[in-house]
């Protein structure tokens, strides 16, 4: 990612969800103060780990770990925060026709990528059952075999809520990342239109300009590992290299990156205002209202 | 050391069951709530420590949270979004008056403010919890003991070593004399924060940053160090007479008064002396409390304790089934949560401390005791000490002296 060559500028780190958040603040100028950008980052990333001690499948004493032991034999009233988010996953899980689902803690737990797994399973066994949300009582039940892993959508979300503590902050340019997956632009870096991040290694990844924009990213072998996983069919995903999402809201594009990976298509039903970026053996596709914004070449920028 | 055992004393009380057993702490009433309603509480303060408290209770099945309130709309509507079901108020006197059926007030608002929080929950006959330091002035504590004193309900500080199932069961080795002659006492808080809350307020902006404020704030001595020196306090049955103090401005240099960085030293009446060190610029070995001894050390951080025999000491049966952590040069002996069952299930390994933090056991405390299962671990009375002793460093810190503490007469 680059800075846009700022040299005074605020730099905050957190491990957290699993992965390490990173944030960048520039000062000086037009931009906030050193003394606001430092505090207003602070917030921020303690917004991240409060997300962590309630969402985290990792925590057996977490918010959804709890929901996952006490949510199947009646239903479990939750708080307005925790139930919003389940309710944007199922809409995206009815969306992409299966393709992301947050009822697929079960099938990660198996392969290992979750306490109490062995990893050894042979895998093909779909998201059995399901997630029940009643609006009017706020309540969730687990129907079946789902389990609930937000793994695929809480760094977005968590992404999303430490952006908006920054602007409400004063703060007017930042960039932040979730372990290099989810990444928000807000403003442009000083001297630069936009934050520019590169996806993926080699000389044709393409290259977003993010101002106050979101891009996630997912890949078939981080590490050398198969990790996402098609909840359709309990299988690891094969086939498509990468999927992306370009949008304003890091929730949604932090789901949309695995729902395309595993979909390896555009859903018809994805919402017009997301950009979807396919990467196969045949090269990128992209589709979407952020296609401007949006590079595919061979020239090395700064990370 | 008036309330210390011998440890011939100590083994006959506890008897046979030494062995493992010592080294289990009482994690006993986690799911003792059965059959019982749930207190109805409302949680006063959504900012960090509010949202924290939230977040406890929401582990408890003792408590149900009915109200949520603060003077802030923004914090207000952040707390709301973490509790299911609540009344939101910007008013204290609203929300006590309100029809939500408030059993209990938690209080987790500015330290300035607690003793106007604390004393109306009080007189309304709730029970209360009140985060610590229970204020920023000798007399603000006075006005909160005296209500406490004609309470109906009940009422605990935030001290949370006191309900802590680590500092409990280090407690009990400590009065055995596993440590023997009390050499020195250390402690530290280091994290690397700003204390800034920034917001284009600016009337918002001074009252989020109470802690930078000179004219209320107690500082890195009273802010943190409170909570610490109640540990050495408990655990000794002393309190310290004088402080002597030093602070400076080490990293934030961004127009504050306030130092980021401190160390001072606590002097007892049996002449033994505790040397504290907290820090905004690093956070390196973050917050613990070391009590040094002739047969052995004992190291607290707050979800873990170890202990560090002295090769000389003598052994102890226990010590066959304890699990050890290398740290350099020295072997410390975990003193682990659920030791025995841990060790069942397999899961007995370095660095396992804990299942829930130290704000978990304090609220659960809190609410047995309601219950009338036990006394409140820490009392008003002790806050109000251990906030003066906090208060006596916090001016030795600040303006580089040494002062005496005034321990208020309850």
């Not at chain 1, 409400?168 to 239109?193: F, K, Q, Y």
Request: glycine fraction near 14%; hydrophobic fraction near 40%; include cysteine.
């Amino acid at each position: 990612m680059c800075d846009g060559g700022s040299s005074a500028s605020v730099r905050l780190a957190l491990e957290a969800m699993g992965a390490r958040f990173e944030l960048v603040i520039p000062c000086g100028g037009d931009l906030c103060d050193p003394r606001t950008a430092r505090g207003a980052g602070e917030e921020a990333l303690s917004l991240v780990s409060e997300w962590h001690d309630r969402l985290s499948a990792f925590d057996p004493d977490s918010l959804v770990s709890r929901l996952n032991s006490g949510a199947r034999e009646a239903p479990v009233r939750v708080d307005p925060e925790l139930f919003d988010l389940l309710e944007a996953a199922e809409r995206i899980r009815g969306q992409s026709e299966g393709a992301f689902d947050v009822g697929v803690g079960g099938v990660m737990r198996s392969h290992g990528f979750r306490p109490g797994g062995t990893g050894e399973t042979a895998g093909g066994e779909a998201v059995q059952g399901e997630i029940t949300l009643d609006r009017g009582a706020r309540t969730v039940r687990l129907v079946g075999g789902a389990e609930i892993d937000l793994g695929g959508i809480a760094k977005g979300g968590a992404i999303d809520g430490a952006m908006a503590l920054l602007r409400e902050a004063g703060v007017r340019s930042a960039l932040m990342h979730g372990g290099t997956s989810t990444i928000a632009g807000m403003g442009a870096p000083p001297g630069a239109g936009a934050w520019t991040v590169r996806l993926g290694e080699g000389g044709e990844a393409p290259r977003v300009h993010l101002r106050d924009r979101s891009v996630s990213f997912s890949s078939s072998r981080p590490g050398g590992v198969e990790h996402v996983m098609d909840p359709r069919t309990g299988e690891p995903v094969a086939g498509v290299l990468a999927g992306a999402c370009v949008g304003a809201s890091a929730l949604q594009t932090d789901a949309w990156a695995t729902a395309l990976m595993v979909r390896g298509e555009r859903p018809q039903a994805m919402p017009g205002d997301l950009t979807s970026l396919l990467h196969t053996p045949g090269g990128w596709r992209i589709e979407g209202p952020d296609q401007g914004r949006i590079e595919l070449g061979t020239q090395e920028v700064c990370l | 050391m008036s309330e210390r055992l011998d440890r011939r004393q100590f083994i006959t009380q506890v008897g046979g069951g030494l062995a493992a057993a010592a080294i289990v702490p009482n994690l006993a009433g986690a799911s003792s709530w059965t059959g019982r309603a749930p207190v109805r509480v409302g949680v006063v303060g959504a900012g960090r420590q509010g949202r924290a408290i939230l977040g406890e209770l929401g582990k408890l099945a003792g408590a149900e949270v009915v109200a949520v309130c603060d003077a802030d709309e923004r914090r207000l509507a952040s707390g709301l979004r973490r509790v299911s079901g609540a009344e939101g108020f910007t008013a204290l006197g609203d929300m006590l008056g309100s029809s939500v059926g408030l059993d209990a007030v938690a209080i987790a608002t500015p330290t300035p403010t607690h003793k106007d929080v604390a004393v109306p929950a009080i007189e309304a006959g709730k029970h209360v919890y009140c985060e610590a330091p229970l204020a920023h002035t000798i007399e603000d504590c006075l006005a909160i003991n005296t209500a406490a004193r004609s309470a109906k309900g009940v009422v605990a500080a935030g001290l949370q070593g006191r309900s802590n199932p680590v500092y409990d069961l280090a407690r009990g080795f400590f009065r055995s004399d596993s440590v023997r002659d009390m050499v020195s006492m250390r402690a530290q808080r280091h994290q690397k924060t700003s204390w800034v809350s920034p917001s284009r307020d600016p009337a918002r902006s001074k009252a989020l940053n109470w802690r930078l404020d000179p004219e209320v704030t107690t500082g890195l001595a009273g802010e943190w160090g409170t909570h610490q020196f109640d540990v050495f306090h408990w655990y000794t049955g002393q309190y310290p007479v004088r402080v002597m103090g030093h602070g400076d401005i080490r990293l934030h240099d961004d127009g504050r008064k306030v130092h980021d960085t401190i160390a001072c030293t606590l002097i007892f009446p049996d002449g033994a002396a505790l040397q504290y060190g907290a820090t905004l610029a690093n956070s390196y070995n973050g917050t613990h409390e070391l009590f040094h001894g002739s047969n052995a050390a004992i190291k607290l951080a707050w979800s873990h304790g170890w202990m560090f025999k002295e090769a000389d000491a003598p052994t102890q049966g226990w010590e066959v089934y304890a699990n050890r952590q290398q740290f350099h040069n020295d072997e410390g002996i975990t003193l682990i949560a659920g030791a025995t069952k841990l060790s069942e299930q397999g899961k007995l390994k370095e660095g396992v401390g804990l299942p829930n933090t130290s704000l978990y056991y304090a609220l659960e405390n809190w609410l047995g005791a309601i219950a009338g299962d036990h006394e409140v671990a820490c009392p008003i009375g002790e806050a109000v000490r251990a906030t003066a002793v906090g208060i006596a460093a916090h001016r030795a810190t600040r303006d580089g002296v040494a002062v005496d503490v005034e321990m208020p007469s309850l």
